[in-house]
Each structure stands twice: as C-alpha cells, then as structure tokens.
C-alpha cells in the first residue's frame, strides 16, 4: 500500500470522524434532546466505525480470498496468542498507561486549561439515574475497537509493511494519530503513548489480538474509570 493509498484509507475515515463530532453530535442533541454520550454513540458509530469495518470485510472479499474463517483470522492476522504476544501486550498497557498518565500530569501543570476529554463530549460521573448509558455504550464500544483495529491494524498494516518495511510503525502511528485530529489538541497531546506504542507492538508481534486487546483495555478502562467515578 503506497503513502497515496494510505491516505485515502485514512483521510476518508478522517473527514467522516470530524463530521460525526462536529455536526452528528450536535443535531442529535438538538433534535432529539437525549445525552450528549448517546448522541456520540450514534454518530460514531453510524458514521465511523461501522462503516470501517464493513469496508475491512468488503476489501477482504475483494481480494478473493477463501471465504473461510481460517482464512479471515490469517488475512486479518487474529492468531492465538502466545506467552510472548501477552508479555508484549500486558507490559503495553503498563507503558502506556503510566506514560499517558504521567503526560496529563505534565500537561496540567504548565496549561491551566487542559483537559483529557475531547471539545464534543466532556468526561463525567454518570449519576445513578443514567447508568443506563453504560448498556447503550456496548454496542458502541464494540465497533469502535473492532471496527477499527479490523481496518487499521488487520487490513491496512500487513500492506503498509510490504511498501513501508520497519518503518511502517511510524508511518502507520502518525497516520491514525493524524486520524483524531477531530478531539483537539489536548487528547491529539494524551494519545501519542497508545498510538506509537500500539503500532510498535503491531510491528513486532504481527498479532491483531494484541491491539484489539490494548485499545479495548485503554479505552474501555478509561471510560469505565471515569462514568463510575474510580478516577476524578
């Protein structure tokens, strides 16, 4: 896959996850006055992560391959783990998790406004009464990471390192970081830890369940965190 390719892969995504946060979001909650969170899922979701991962299995198809689910889990490279994939991938989200961390403490400190939620959605403690929201978040989640680890990671990557070899890792990082552009500065700030290193993994493992594993595990854990109140 050339840079050129690349860049529609990425930049079709893109221009969709920008319109979902900057006007899905916002006619939603105009029109039918439900939570902002609700609102995110839906855009999201209909806008973005579904739709990638459609395309990862429309591309999949595309290429004629054995329609076969042996076949799908070695194209999209999802196979079992071993000690050394969990090594990789539970020291990952150690590293990550600590460098994230440690950013949004720096980042605190020298700007007075910074704050590790995206300008679409602010980060709170769901009250009792909207737990709810937490079931409606399932769904959501699952295409989010699916969606995308299936598209980036399983179809995209194995191309990029037939063009880009040990360097796909960056090219592929900077690809999907360019891909948040939508959630601002301050998260484009806190995601450099998951986005290079979750890459880097990818690179050296050549095992999607690693990924899938570490951003469910960061982004699931964060939200979780945060909607019941284990992290301020």
């Known amino acids: 896959m050339p840079i050129w390719e690349s860049l529609i892969f990425f930049g079709i995504p893109t221009l969709l ?24 899922f839906l855009s999201g979701g209909f806008f973005v992560f579904i739709p990638l991962l459609t395309a990862a299995i429309l591309a999949y198809f595309r290429e004629s391959r054995t329609i076969s ?21 539970l020291g990952s989200i150690l590293l990550i998790g600590i460098s994230t961390a440690a950013i949004i403490a720096i980042a605190s400190s020298v700007f007075t ?3 590790p939620s995206p300008p679409f959605l602010s980060a709170r403690i769901l009250p009792p009464n909207e737990r709810w929201i937490l079931l409606c978040w399932i769904p959501f989640f699952f295409f989010n990471i699916v969606g995308e680890e299936i598209m980036w990671r ?6 990029q390192e037939l063009t880009h070899g040990k360097k796909t890792w960056l090219v592929h990082g900077s690809l999907w970081w360019v891909f948040h552009l939508s959630f601002g500065w301050h998260l484009l700030l806190m995601l ?9 993994v990818v690179q050296h493992r050549r095992n999607t369940w690693s990924s899938l ?18 992290v301020s």
Do not use: V
């Open 69 to 89: 689910l042996e076949d799908f889990k070695l194209r999209f490279r999802l196979r079992q783990m071993n000690l050394s994939d969990w090594l990789w991938t």
């Open 17 to 40: 996850l920008y319109f979902a946060t900057r006007f899905g979001i916002s006619i939603l909650h105009r029109t039918f006055d439900i939570p902002l969170e609700i609102c995110w």
């Open 213 to 230: 594993l570490i951003h469910g595990i960061i982004n699931g854990g964060g939200f979780l965190a945060i909607s019941l109140g284990w």
């Open 113 to 115: 406004d910074f704050s």
């Open 192 to 200: 450099l830890p998951i986005i290079f290193m979750l890459s880097w």
């Open 154 to 159: 399983g179809y995209i990557f194995p191309r």
